[in-house]
Every structure is written in structure tokens, then in C-alpha cells.
């Protein structure tokens, strides 16, 4: 990370005089400032940032008069049900926002009266999707799930030298709640039939939201595509490895993957990660030389994200007994073999237009460690070796009414840790066939 890409709002001297934003375990101190869309009551949907346990209304700042030019434009761009149009405004213009909120919401601020009515209970509301998600691409960019998920544990031809991805569904991208166990085609050995998936499975991503993205035929080189990196979200993109294994040659994942796919509602913005950007992954000798549209010294130097990434489980019976969820996964998204930056231009290289609120999954975030193994099929070796959970329970894979929730945390010596909040959603059993 350059020193010069920091700037007076990552300061870790910053306090809030929204008491709650000060605690050190928060998620949303003063130096995050998250974007999302938030309905109360009756009232229409609408942006809002996070500030410790209060959401800053950003319809009602738009018509304050406290802001001024280009950060006026991004509250009024974001007051409405959906963040579309301040993604398109671009880095910038949310940037002069951001410097301008930690002025409002200081703890010696001189606004504090005004902003009072403006600041809401989180939970008091109800969150949103963020975005209308136009597409949703979902890549495999971390070497250790790939090679752990190949039959004969290699890498694919291809995944050193280019970030590989498949397009998936937007429309079935939920926030937190419950997503459903699908009807699925399974071939048990010879024979072919059709029922709720046996093998029902998270895999623990990070998305990132695309700002103003490109023009159809119009790519953008790698340093320019990397300002069109908005935020991130913690992403889980539901897998049912049975249809997988079954449907994946010759075209690749279709309904193993669209089912839905679960995102957290703060969208944390990448001025806010700026303290946490680590180099590139180291590629080794062993690997071919990056091409020329995939690498820059910036992107090299600064293109990883050092951010820790959990997922526990937990299960009915823990949740009757009043316990909370076990941690399964812990892994680290600096793993991760490929950038954003890189993705966002190699997904725009064929001309293919990215555009605002679009979403790119980063692919299973898995560490070279056992407990970063960031899905099941990795955990219990595809199924054969389950996993006893502290209280004797045994998972191959998730059954009915399993909670799965992940957190997301950056922390950096001299800084102040910022978090994602949470990924919470509980599989809800198959639906009887239709008849
Ligand atoms: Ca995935």
C-alpha cells in the first residue's frame, strides 16, 4: 500500500460521537463508513451508512444543506431504493462523501444536532440488496481450492495464467434469510434420478461491485479497471456438488450454482480497505509470466487484500440449546492467487461491459491451511471424511435447518479494524415436486 493512497479519513486517531462507532470490536468505526440501502416502517427504500449500531440516512443528508458539490451528489444519488447510480458515479465522487461524513459525524462535530434525526437504530430497519444486480460472475481464483477440488489435486491447465470464472445468476442474489434446498438431477452410480440435492454445501467468497465499468468493445487496462473496484461484500455462493459433478462437462456450472447466492448488505467501500491492501500472491517460478493487460507494479505491490474471513455452522440443535454457531472455516482473502483488478480487466478484455452494481464473486476464499478450507466438499474431502462438530454432530454436508454465517475483519497495526457485519442464512428443506 502507497502512504499517498491514504488520506485524513483512515486517521485511527478519528472517534464518532456515535458512541457505539468508538467500541474497538465494532464493525462500522468511524475509519469504514459502509454503503447500503434500508427500509423502515412504511418509509420508501434508501441509502444509508453504517456507523456503529446507527444507520446515517443519506436521503435525508441529501436535503440537509450540510454538504456541498460532489459529496451533496453522492447522498442524493444514493437516497433512493438502490445504489446503481452512485456506483456510477465513480470512486471519486463517493470518496468526497466519505471525507466529508467523517467531518459530520466527529465526536467534537459541529453538526451533531442536525444529524441526530438523520441517524437511525440498525435495528430498527430492514436491509436491502444493495444494488440491482445487472450480472452476477462468479470466478475460482484461490490454487488451493482448485487443486483440491481436481480429481487428481492439479492445478487446471489454465489457472496461472488467466482469473477463470463462469457467468452465473443475478437473479437469484438474496441478502441474509434462508436459501432452499433444490431438486437437483444426481447420478448415483449408473443410475440417474432427480430429488433434493444430498450434498448441499457454502463456499465462503468475497464480491466486489462494479462502479462505472466500461462500454461494450471499450476494455480498460489494469489500472484503470482497478478504480472500478466500489466495495466489497461478504458473498456465499451455495453449491450442490452432486449436479455439479454430474452436469459440469462440457459447459461448466449451471444449476449446482444458480440456485442463489446469499451477500452481506454493507458494501465497504475500497477507500475504507486502502489501510489492508497487501502485494499480489506470490505466483512463484513455477508459473508462466503474467501477460501484459494482467499485470502492473501497482497492482503487484497492492492488489491483495489482507482481510480474515470466518464461517460457522450452526445447527438446529445448537440453536434449541441456545449455543452459538462453531467456526468451521478461517482463512485470509490475501490466499487468493488473482486480484479484483485483475478479474475486472480480464472479464472486460473481450470487450464484455461491466457495468454499475454488477457483481464479481472472488471464488472460494481457501488458505494452504486445514482450517482455511473455505467450503465442505474441501473440509470433508468431497463427503468422505465428515466432520464431528463439539457437540458429536456429524456433517458431510448441510442438512435442513443448518445456520451458516460468515464475518469478514481487516486489521493492520496503526490502524483501525474495519468489519463486514454478517452473511447469515439458514437452508430451508426442498419443496415438493409439483405435481
Ligand atoms: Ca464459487
Given at each position: 500500500m502507497?502512504?499517498?493512497?491514504?488520506?485524513?479519513?483512515?486517521?485511527?486517531?478519528?472517534r464518532?460521537f456515535?458512541?457505539?462507532?468508538?467500541?474497538?470490536?465494532t464493525?462500522?468505526?468511524i475509519?469504514?463508513?459502509?454503503?447500503?440501502?434500508?427500509?423502515?416502517?412504511q418509509d420508501?427504500?434508501?441509502?444509508?451508512v453504517a456507523?456503529?449500531?446507527?444507520?446515517?440516512?443519506?436521503?435525508?443528508?441529501?436535503?440537509?444543506?450540510?454538504?456541498s458539490?460532489?459529496?451533496?451528489?453522492?447522498?442524493c444519488a444514493?437516497?433512493?431504493?438502490?445504489?446503481n447510480?452512485?456506483?456510477a458515479?465513480?470512486n471519486?465522487?463517493a470518496?468526497?462523501?466519505r471525507?466529508?461524513?467523517?467531518?459530520?459525524?466527529?465526536?467534537a462535530?459541529?453538526?451533531?444536532?442536525?444529524?441526530s434525526?438523520?441517524?437511525?437504530?440498525?435495528?430498527?430497519?430492514?436491509?436491502?440488496?444493495?444494488?440491482?444486480?445487472?450480472?452476477?460472475?462468479?470466478?475460482?481464483?484461490?490454487?488451493?481450492?482448485s487443486?483440491?477440488?481436481r480429481?487428481?489435486?492439479?492445478?487446471?491447465?489454465?489457472?496461472?495464467?488467466?482469473?477463470?470464472?463462469?457467468?452465473?445468476?443475478?437473479?437469484?442474489?438474496?441478502l441474509?434469510?434462508?436459501v432452499?434446498?433444490?431438486?437437483?438431477?444426481?447420478?448415483?452410480?449408473?443410475?440417474?434420478?432427480?430429488?433434493?440435492?444430498?450434498?448441499?454445501d457454502?463456499?465462503?467468497?468475497?464480491?466486489?461491485?462494479?462502479?462505472?465499468?466500461?462500454?461494450?468493445?471499450?476494455?480498460l487496462?489494469?489500472?484503470?479497471a482497478?478504480?472500478?473496484?466500489?466495495?466489497?461484500?461478504?458473498?456465499?455462493?451455495?453449491?450442490?456438488?452432486?449436479?455439479?459433478r454430474?452436469?459440469?462437462t462440457?459447459?461448466g456450472?449451471f444449476?449446482?450454482?444458480s440456485?442463489?447466492?446469499?451477500?452481506?448488505?454493507?458494501?465497504?467501500?475500497?477507500?475504507?480497505?486502502r489501510?489492508?491492501?497487501?502485494?499480489?500472491?506470490?505466483?512463484?517460478?513455477?508459473?508462466?509470466?503474467?501477460?501484459?493487460?494482467?499485470s502492473?507494479?501497482?497492482?503487484?505491490a497492492?492488489?491483495?487484500?489482507?482481510?480474515?474471513?470466518?464461517?460457522?455452522?450452526?445447527?438446529p440443535?445448537?440453536?434449541?440449546?441456545?449455543?452459538?454457531?462453531?467456526?468451521?472455516t478461517?482463512?485470509?482473502f490475501?490466499?487468493?492467487?488473482?486480484?479484483?483488478?485483475?478479474?475486472?480487466?480480464?472479464?472486460?478484455?473481450?470487450?464484455?461491459n461491466?457495468?454499475?452494481?454488477?457483481?464479481?464473486?472472488?471464488?472460494?476464499?481457501?488458505?494452504?491451511t486445514?482450517?482455511?478450507?473455505?467450503?465442505?466438499?474441501?473440509l470433508?474431502?468431497?463427503?468422505t471424511?465428515?466432520?464431528?462438530?463439539?457437540?458429536g454432530e456429524?456433517r458431510?454436508?448441510?442438512?435442513?435447518?443448518?445456520?451458516?454465517?460468515?464475518?469478514?475483519?481487516?486489521?493492520?497495526?496503526?490502524?483501525?479494524?474495519?468489519?463486514?457485519?454478517?452473511?447469515?442464512?439458514?437452508?430451508?428443506?426442498?419443496?415438493?415436486?409439483?405435481?
Amino acid at each position: 500500500m502507497a502512504m499517498t493512497d491514504l488520506n485524513a479519513t483512515h486517521d485511527p486517531g478519528r472517534r464518532s460521537f456515535v458512541e457505539s462507532a468508538n467500541q474497538p470490536d465494532t464493525d462500522f468505526p468511524i475509519q469504514n463508513l459502509p454503503f447500503g440501502i434500508f427500509r423502515r416502517g412504511q418509509d420508501d427504500a434508501r441509502g444509508g451508512v453504517a456507523i456503529g449500531d446507527q444507520v446515517l440516512d443519506l436521503r435525508a443528508l441529501c436535503t440537509s444543506g450540510l454538504l456541498s458539490e460532489a459529496a451533496a451528489e453522492a447522498a442524493c444519488a444514493a437516497s433512493g431504493p438502490r445504489l446503481n447510480d452512485l456506483l456510477a458515479l465513480g470512486n471519486r465522487v463517493a470518496s468526497a462523501l466519505r471525507a466529508r461524513l467523517v467531518e459530520l459525524l466527529a465526536i467534537a462535530s459541529p453538526h451533531r444536532a442536525a444529524l441526530s434525526p438523520m441517524l437511525v437504530p440498525a435495528a430498527d430497519i430492514m436491509m436491502q440488496l444493495p444494488t440491482e444486480v445487472g450480472n452476477f460472475t462468479d470466478f475460482l481464483t484461490s490454487s488451493y481450492h482448485s487443486t483440491r477440488l481436481r480429481p487428481d489435486s492439479t492445478l487446471a491447465p489454465n489457472f496461472m495464467s488467466m482469473p477463470i470464472a463462469y457467468h452465473s445468476r443475478a437473479s437469484s442474489v438474496r441478502l441474509c434469510g434462508e436459501v432452499r434446498r433444490p431438486n437437483v438431477q444426481q447420478r448415483i452410480g449408473d443410475e440417474v434420478t432427480f430429488g433434493p440435492t444430498l450434498e448441499m454445501d457454502y463456499e465462503l467468497e468475497l464480491g466486489a461491485f462494479v462502479g462505472p465499468g466500461n462500454g461494450l468493445g471499450e476494455p480498460l487496462p489494469l489500472d484503470v479497471a482497478r478504480e472500478h473496484v466500489f466495495g466489497l461484500c461478504l458473498l456465499n455462493d451455495w453449491s450442490v456438488r452432486d449436479v455439479q459433478r454430474w452436469e459440469n462437462t462440457p459447459l461448466g456450472p449451471f444449476l449446482a450454482k444458480s440456485l442463489s447466492t446469499t451477500i452481506s448488505p454493507w458494501v465497504v467501500t475500497e477507500e475504507a480497505l486502502r489501510p489492508f491492501r497487501v502485494a499480489a500472491f506470490h505466483r512463484g517460478h513455477e508459473a508462466p509470466p503474467l501477460l501484459p493487460y494482467l499485470s502492473s507494479a501497482v497492482d503487484q505491490a497492492q492488489g491483495g487484500f489482507d482481510i480474515r474471513l470466518e464461517a460457522l455452522l450452526r445447527s438446529p440443535a445448537m440453536r434449541d440449546g441456545g449455543e452459538p454457531g462453531v467456526p468451521i472455516t478461517d482463512t485470509n482473502f490475501r490466499h487468493m492467487y488473482w486480484t479484483f483488478a485483475q478479474m475486472f480487466t480480464h472479464h472486460m478484455s473481450n470487450g464484455c461491459n461491466l457495468q454499475p452494481g454488477d457483481l464479481l464473486g472472488s471464488g472460494t476464499v481457501s488458505g494452504p491451511t486445514p482450517e482455511s478450507r473455505a467450503c465442505l466438499a474441501e473440509l470433508t474431502a468431497r463427503g468422505t471424511k465428515p466432520l464431528t462438530l463439539p457437540n458429536g454432530e456429524i456433517r458431510s454436508w448441510l442438512l435442513d435447518g443448518d445456520e451458516v454465517v460468515f464475518r469478514g475483519r481487516a486489521s493492520r497495526p496503526g490502524f483501525v479494524s474495519i468489519g463486514f457485519g454478517e452473511c447469515r442464512a439458514t437452508v430451508a428443506p426442498a419443496v415438493t415436486w409439483p405435481t
